[in-house]
């Protein structure tokens, strides 16, 4: 039986795990199964251990927790217990009816802050036009989300006629452009980074957000507003947490969104941008540089801690949503306090 006064659960943090005797013996017990340690959760020790599932990929699925929570608990857990959300664990609260009667594109819907920002439009009555180059995903995507208002689609946002679908599938009404696909760069400073890199990677975060912002403006004039929401990073805040290519991509981004919210305001659009820091995604950072390896981890240090996607999603919902409506040009920071560091 665990030692602490409270019994674990699914929803004490994988520190509490890994600090409880009974836990720790167990939780390293089953990562060892798989070949891994418990320095692999380091960055999300602060996380209930019930989020492993939806972030393992399958790896951990829900009879693994309960089977861990069964062997610390053989005397089974009271129900109140079992219900139990930590103080420090953030709780996502639905706002009925914020989006209906719009139509918001989100690109990115499959996986990541993608998905859960789609997810939350849908779920508080929006239209989702629901967009991703995984069939796979957006398939499972709309599995989860039966009886909302989801046109899911595949298409390269760099792509002309990708975009030109997505606009097609929208209709003549687009009150909402969530800019959320990207991809990441190989660490490379610029003595190192090959064409091949920098191209792909401004090919998706620049030249595929510029396409799709310039497809929704003229719907978004023809009915006198609609709200953009581009995704940078903390790399546009900063020059330690991603290679040049990366870096520079997002430092571009918040260049399109700051001359778009200049150039549209006075016709009732507003664009703006949210910088996420740290976030559990299917995005993998790789480092093909020995410096950009030891400098980028250097400029990490101060990070805060890695969130789940929803957290992300709280904040591009806000700024896509009439809540947002005096908010315009803007590159918010939602890092859990990165920037501030």
Request: glycine fraction near 12%; hydrophobic fraction near 45%; charge should be negative.
């Amino acid at each position: 039986m665990s030692t602490t006064t409270a019994p674990l659960t699914g929803a004490s943090t994988i520190q509490s795990w890994l600090d409880d005797p009974a836990g720790g013996a167990a939780l390293r017990g089953l990562l060892a199964q798989g070949g891994q340690s418990a320095d692999a959760l380091a960055p999300i020790a602060a996380l209930p251990l019930h989020n492993l599932v939806a972030m393992s990929g399958g790896a951990f699925p829900q009879e693994a927790l309960d089977a861990l929570v069964a062997q610390v608990n053989p005397d089974g857990v009271p129900a109140e217990a079992a219900d139990a959300t930590p103080k420090t664990e953030w709780a996502e609260k639905i706002t009925a009816g914020r989006f209906t009667g719009q139509t918001v594109i989100v690109t990115g819907a499959g996986s990541g802050i993608g998905r859960a920002t789609a997810s939350r439009v849908a779920r508080e009555g929006g239209r989702v036009i629901a967009v991703d180059v995984s069939q796979e995903r957006l398939d499972e995507f709309v599995a989860a989300h039966a009886g909302a208002d989801v046109v899911a689609l595949t298409a390269d946002i760099t792509d002309d006629q990708g975009v030109a679908r997505i606009i097609e599938a929208a209709g003549d009404r687009i009150d909402g452009l969530a800019n959320i696909a990207g991809i990441m760069d190989d660490m490379t400073p610029v003595g190192d980074v090959t064409d091949a890199v920098w191209d792909r990677v401004f090919s998706v975060n620049v030249t595929g957000t510029m396409k799709l912002m310039r497809a929704v403006i003229p719907a978004m004039l023809a009915q006198g507003g609609g709200s953009i929401v581009n995704t940078s990073s903390e790399a546009s805040l900063r020059g330690s947490s991603a290679g040049a290519a990366y870096t520079a991509s997002k430092h571009a981004v918040v260049g399109l969104t700051k001359s778009s919210a200049f150039m549209y305001g006075p016709s009732g659009i507003r664009v703006n941008a949210v910088a996420p820091g740290a976030v559990i995604t299917n995005i993998e950072a790789k480092f093909n540089s020995a410096l950009g390896a030891e400098r980028v981890r250097t400029g990490m240090a101060v990070m805060a801690p890695p969130v789940l996607p929803d957290r992300l999603a709280a904040s591009i919902t806000f700024l896509l949503s009439d809540d947002g409506v005096n908010v315009n040009g803007q590159n918010l920071a939602s890092d859990g306090g990165w920037s501030a560091a």
